[in-house]
Each structure stands twice: as structure tokens, then as C-alpha cells.
């Protein structure tokens, strides 16, 4: 019979698999489609390969019988065609043959035949065999089927990490801003400031808020983790350390003359540890390290709560470490804190920094350290105030081999130049 023909299973009963059979003999033909259509399939007929192959790439037949001996082109010719074709399904191939020898058979299985049913045909056999080729096809429309709900869930886990990339690029723009100046001249010296964050938000900050008298305060941050939840943190105490408005800051009080002044550093560390335990229910903490320097005279009032030691580069370019410690804001309700005295002499320089620095690390191994941290320092001491900080954060790229930091690193330098004294750095 030239052409194809769809016959469907007798009673109305839900056909199984759909077979192709593909066989030159129109007695074989009748007879094979007798028996798969007893057994429920419904069944297409096709004398040419050619057509059916054409009839394979444009239906989704699972099941194939297929003759070895066909005008034009052989069996295992046929399977090498039809496996060539983009299927997303698996069509399970089943060779009518009388050749019994192994070499024929795996010239066969070489070409993409599945299963073997010699001639004459039993049809105990045959059925046997396609009901072994629908369990393999059902396996194989399952893994289909999954895979398309996993692409489908990938589809849209793509574009929900796509919107919180976003989202958080915005996040990171945002809180670079609470940074809103890395230099600033002041009487009698300058402050800098660097921030930059290791993913895409971080838990660091540092910034400076003038307190009345010719005073500044200074202070570096470092919550505990990383990421969104740290984020929020940082951005809630920057809130409490702000600069546009004195009863907005909790390191400021207002005198009964309508004045403001500064409350001593170890007092501001117990607002915030009781503000930790009072108003913020999260398992994080954060270490600072807050000062207020008076800009006329060079002194400095400092409490240090977790935070690494500062250090002041003299004129001479020594390096000192300042500072006793001290324990995180927010770890236990009953911490103790204690501001320290320093003087500064013209031409010093103070750093506030975070473990970004000390805790970098080496493609080679092992940390940056206080030790390397100085060389920089030393290596960058006739830098002007305003590369400063560049040049020290170039510096720790060079020792990291790249830019990409493993934790947040920011620093803030004060550097303290009375205008009656000679012009340092």
C-alpha cells in the first residue's frame, strides 16, 4: 500500500503507543497491522522509507517495526537516517529480519536498531517485544516531560535572580551613597574615606560628622556577615551617625542652651550595645571604632569596640598602633567601654580601618597583617590626602592579585595639618 494509513484500536478503547510499520510486503503489512490493532495500537502503514521517514519528522510516532529488505534502502540504512533527525522524543526501532548471524545483528544495533523480531514473525514474540519498546518509550517521555518542567523552572528562577541582580546592583549604588564624599578639606587638615564592598552589598562603612568647637567625628564600621541583612544594618546605624541632622545622632546631645556637644566615645558605644539588644532582634553585631578629634589642638578621644587597631602615620612616616581593644557592639548586654586619649602632631595622619585590610589574603597564602598594612602605609607616606587611600587600596590589590577582595574593605584617614604649621604629605 503506497502512502500511509491511521487505523485506530477496535471498541473505542484508548489506543497504546502509536506504531509505524514499515514493511515492502503488503501480505506483511495487512498482517502486522491486524495484530497491533487487536492489541490496542493505533497503526500507520508506510512500502517507502523515504516516506516514512517523511512521516517521522513531521508526527511523533514512538514505535518503529521496520523491514531489513526494503527497494532503495535497507533496514539498518533507515535507522541511520531516522536517528540523524532532531527528535526531542525517542522513537524505539524494532528490525524485521530473517538474518540470524551476530555480525548482521550488530551491524543492526550499530546503526540505532533497538530490538530484533525474526521472520516469519511469532506473534507471541513480537507483542512481548513492543510492550519491552513501550516501557522504554514511557521512560523516556517521563524524563521528557521532567525536563521540561526543570526548564521551565529554570526559566523562571532565571528571570527572578535576573530581577534580584538588579535589585541589588541598585542596593549596592545605595549604599555606596551613604558615602556621599571620599575627600574633604577641613580647617587645619582633611579627611578621606574609601568603601568597597566584596559582593554586591557589604556590612562596612565609614564617614565623619562635625560636632560644634572646631570638631569632627569620625568612625569605621564592620557588621558581622555579609550580604542583604548586614546591608540593612550598616544602613540603620549610618542613620544614627548621620550628618544632616544633630538630634538625628545619637553621639550628639543638646545642651540646656540650645547648644550641641558630644557625648565621650564609650558613651555612644553603650547607647548603640543597648540599642542592639532593645530594638534590633537579629543575631548580628558590629565592631566600630569612633573618635572625635579636636581639630585645633590634635586631640583625639577614642573608643575602639571589636574593631581593628588604628594607626597613626607620624610626619616622619613611623607608624604607631593606637588603641586597647574592646569588645563588639551587640554581643553581650553588659559590655564594658572605654574612650582613650591620643595626640596628634602636624603632619600625623589617623586611620580607621577595616579587617578588609589586615585579613586580605595572598593568591599564595596567608594574610596581609598589620605588618604588611604598615608597609603600605610607609610605601605611600609622601602621597597628598586626597590619593592617599587610592594608593593604599592598590597597594592591597597588588598583594591580593586582583581586585576582587574576599571581604569588604574601607578606611577612613584624618589627616591633621594645622595652617600654622608646615604643610605635611
Known amino acids: 500500500m503506497a502512502g500511509g494509513l491511521a487505523v485506530t484500536g477496535p471498541g473505542g478503547r484508548l489506543p497504546r503507543p502509536q ?8 501480505a506483511q503489512r495487512t498482517f502486522l497491522s491486524m495484530l497491533l490493532r487487536k492489541w490496542g495500537h493505533e497503526v500507520t502503514v ?84 513492543i510492550q519491552a519498546g513501550e516501557r522504554i518509550v514511557a521512560m523516556q517521555g517521563e524524563l521528557v516531560s521532567q525536563n521540561r518542567k526543570i526548564r521551565t523552572t529554570l526559566a523562571e528562577l532565571r528571570t527572578l535572580y535576573d530581577a534580584l541582580d538588579r535589585d541589588l546592583h541598585e542596593a549596592k549604588r545605595l549604599q555606596e551613597s551613604l558615602v556621599r564624599e571620599t575627600f574633604r578639606p577641613l580647617h587645619n587638615g582633611s579627611v578621606a574615606l574609601t568603601l568597597r564592598s566584596s559582593g554586591h552589598v557589604g556590612g ?42 544633630p538630634e538625628q545622632n545619637v553621639a550628639l546631645v543638646q545642651a540646656p542652651g540650645g547648644d550641641w556637644r558630644a557625648l565621650p566615645p564609650d558613651a555612644v558605644a553603650r547607647k548603640l550595645n543597648a540599642m542592639m539588644f532593645e530594638e534590633v532582634e537579629t543575631d548580628l553585631y558590629f565592631t566600630i571604632c569612633l573618635a572625635e578629634v579636636c581639630l585645633d589642638s590634635g586631640r583625639v578621644t577614642m573608643v575602639q569596640a571589636g574593631h581593628p587597631h588604628p594607626a597613626i602615620q607620624h610626619a616622619d612616616g613611623s607608624i604607631e598602633w593606637v588603641g586597647d581593644g574592646g569588645m563588639p557592639i551587640g554581643l553581650l548586654p553588659e559590655a564594658r567601654f572605654e574612650t582613650v586619649g591620643l595626640q596628634l602632631m602636624p603632619g600625623d595622619r589617623l586611620l580607621l580601618h577595616s579587617d578588609g585590610f589586615t585579613e586580605c589574603s595572598a593568591p599564595t597564602g596567608g594574610f596581609l597583617g598589620e605588618d604588611g598594612l604598615a608597609e603600605i602605609l610607609s610605601r605611600n607616606a609622601d602621597k597628598a590626602p586626597r590619593d592617599f587611600l587610592p594608593a593604599c587600596v592598590a597597594g592591597l590589590e597588588r598583594f591580593a592579585g586582583g581586585a576582587d577582595f574576599d ?6 584617614c584624618l589627616q591633621f595639618r594645622p595652617r600654622a604649621a608646615p604643610a605635611a604629605g
Not at 19 to 26: A, G, H, M, P
Not at 407 to 412: F, H, W
Open 204 to 245: 562596612d562603612l565609614v564617614g565623619f560628622f562635625p560636632i560644634p568647637g572646631n570638631r569632627i567625628g569620625v568612625f569605621s564600621l564592620d557588621v558581622s556577615g555579609h550580604g542583604v541583612t548586614s546591608a540593612l544594618l550598616t544602613a540603620r546605624i549610618a542613620g544614627l551617625l548621620s550628618t544632616a541632622a
Open 46 to 129: 508506510c512500502d517507502s522509507p523515504k516516506r516514512a521517514l517523511d512521516m517521522l519528522a513531521q508526527r511523533d510516532i514512538p514505535i518503529v517495526l521496520t523491514d531489513w529488505m526494503m527497494p532503495g534502502m535497507s533496514g539498518p540504512e533507515f535507522c541511520r537516517a531516522f536517528r540523524a533527525m532532531d527528535r526531542e522524543t525517542y522513537g524505539y526501532v524494532i528490525l524485521l529480519t530473517s538474518k540470524s548471524e551476530k555480525a548482521e545483528i550488530a551491524q543492526g544495533l550499530e546503526a540505532g536498531a533497538d530490538d530484533f523480531v525474526a521472520k516469519p514473525v511469532n506473534p507471541h514474540e513480537l507483542r512481548a517485544r
Open 407 to 412: 571581604d569588604d574593605v574601607s578606611a577612613l
Open 19 to 26: 506504531v509505524l510499520i514499515l514493511e515492502s510486503s503488503r
